[in-house]
């Protein structure tokens, strides 16, 4: 099995501030990794794919990163609405989603 | 619109079962392999099931294989997840998540449903 490992868990910030999480996978797995956004009491929604692939519609200046076993979702400039929990998955073999990183206001 | 709603979700305890539905509209199903994707409270996010399109493949993770079954159909715009042996440790929010691309390809996730809560407790 394929193991993700996420940091920080949590990340406190401020409107403007540039965030970066982290996702290391226990094996390599090229670029199959997705980047999903989660609200409280709603659905995650797909915000990268294919490691640094935009899906249709999430704003640009979230970006993401990395190949093999590195992997990185940046925010450029946090903004109020960006406030949420993200989850990693890679999706070489089967499915693994990492831990989750809060990003609450500091 | 493209939309995926689970239903099905409740209180039943240790040992009962539960069949969960996820109905699809705004796209054409059959094409499309699915997922089942839980959630304990305050938890993060666990890969359940995974079925292509044709009914072809099924994957199960080990957490629930021997006692989950998923499965589809396809005039019905459908897609199940019967639980049996439900434990404690299987509650939580129950998702059914599209592929992104069609065909069977093991992707990532594009389109979610709200999610229908699973409490397994005497």
């Known amino acids: 099995d394929i193991q993700m490992t996420q940091s920080p868990s949590t990340l406190s910030a401020s409107v403007g501030d540039r965030v970066t999480i982290t996702c290391r996978a226990s094996?390599?797995?090229?670029?199959?990794v997705a980047w999903y956004q989660q609200k409280p009491g709603k659905a995650p929604r797909l915000l990268i794919y294919?490691?640094?692939n935009l899906e249709s519609g999430v704003p640009s200046r979230i970006s993401g990163s990395g190949s093999g076993t590195e992997f990185t979702l940046t925010i450029s400039s946090l903004q109020p609405d960006d406030f949420a929990t993200y989850h990693c998955q890679q999706y070489s073999s089967l499915w693994t989603f990492g831990q989750g990183t809060k990003v609450e206001v500091k | 619109e493209v939309q995926l709603v689970e239903s099905g979700g409740g209180l039943v305890k240790p040992g009962g079962s539960l069949r969960l539905s996820c109905t699809a509209s705004g796209f054409t199903f059959s094409s499309y392999s699915m997922n089942w994707v839980r959630q304990a409270p305050g938890k993060g996010l666990e890969w359940i099931s995974f079925i292509s399109h044709s009914n072809k493949y099924i994957y199960d993770a080990d957490s629930v294989r021997g006692r989950f079954i998923i499965s589809r159909d396809n005039a019905k715009n459908s897609l199940y997840l019967q639980m049996n042996s439900l434990r404690a440790e299987d509650t939580a929010v129950y998702y059914c998540?599209?592929?992104?691309?069609?065909?069977?390809?093991?992707?990532?996730?594009?389109?979610w449903g709200r999610g229908t809560l699973v409490i397994v407790s005497s």
């Open positions: 094996h390599n797995i090229t670029n199959w």
């Open positions: 998540a599209r592929d992104q691309r069609e065909g069977f390809r093991g992707d990532a996730f594009d389109i």
């Open positions: 294919r490691a640094s």
